[in-house]
């Protein structure tokens, strides 16, 4: 079966650190172009970060650059978001996901930053 | 950055309706389009790509078609199951986009 399966996720202070990981299974994943989307509690989706294949074409959403470092680890299929200086705003459920390639999306992890 | 804008925000049907969701690109984005169902707790569904293919395993009553700005997704016959939220999304260049969103609700 074909899964992606996010972790890491869970309550953090402003200004605090996170780092969200995102095990596949059952795709050709070190072929695969991988995102990250987040969806705020009651509103739309919105793309975060992609990473190709080997990992070396990375892009952010501006809203995040600098903040955020996506990676992967190919030989253990998982791809990672190191998320620094949250923000209040940054409180949404993120998910990862190949979008329109296959449509695989993993279940989502919360991530709340709150005082 | 290219916006997507997505008509209408909300829309009340009854079962068996056939039904239109528009959505507008603020500049061509060729045929790279997908449209996405989501239900309330889950992750998106991917239901159509390149404007109008359609996901394995998605039903036919779903349809897509569009180029360039303005785009539709079609069901044709609603069913108890398509009662849910509906997203465009773009994927010409980067940033990729999503329209804001169309709830489908029982009328």
């Known amino acids: 079966e074909v899964q992606l399966v996010e972790s890491g996720g869970g309550l953090v202070q402003p200004g605090g650190s996170l780092r969200l990981s995102c095990a596949a299974s059952?795709?050709?994943?070190?072929?695969?172009?991988l995102h990250w989307v987040r969806q705020a509690p009651g509103k739309g989706l919105v793309w975060v970060s992609r990473?190709?294949?080997?990992?070396?074409?990375?892009t952010y959403a501006d809203s995040v650059k600098g903040r955020f470092t996506i990676s992967r680890d190919n030989a253990k299929n998982t791809l990672n978001l190191q998320m620094n200086s949250l923000r209040v705003e940054d409180t949404a459920v993120y998910y990862c996901?190949?979008?329109?390639?296959?449509?695989?999306w993993g279940q989502g992890t919360l991530v709340t930053v709150s005082s | 950055d290219i916006q997507m804008t997505q008509s209408p925000s909300t829309l009340s049907a009854s079962v068996g309706d056939r039904v239109t969701i528009t959505c507008r690109a603020s500049q061509s984005v060729s045929i790279s389009l997908a449209w996405y169902q989501q239900k309330p707790g889950k992750a998106p569904k991917l239901l159509i790509y390149m404007a109008s293919t359609l996901q394995s395993g998605v039903p036919s009553r779903f349809s897509g078609s569009g180029s360039g700005t303005e785009f539709t997704l079609t069901i044709s016959s609603l069913q108890p199951d398509d009662f849910a939220a509906y997203y465009c999304?773009?994927?010409?260049?980067?940033?990729?986009?999503f329209g804001q969103g169309t709830k489908l609700e029982i009328k």
């Open positions: 990473i190709g294949p080997d990992g070396s074409a990375t």
């Open positions: 059952g795709l050709s994943f070190s072929r695969s172009w």
């Open positions: 999304q773009h994927y010409i260049s980067y940033p990729y986009a």
């Open positions: 996901t190949t979008l329109q390639a296959g449509g695989i």
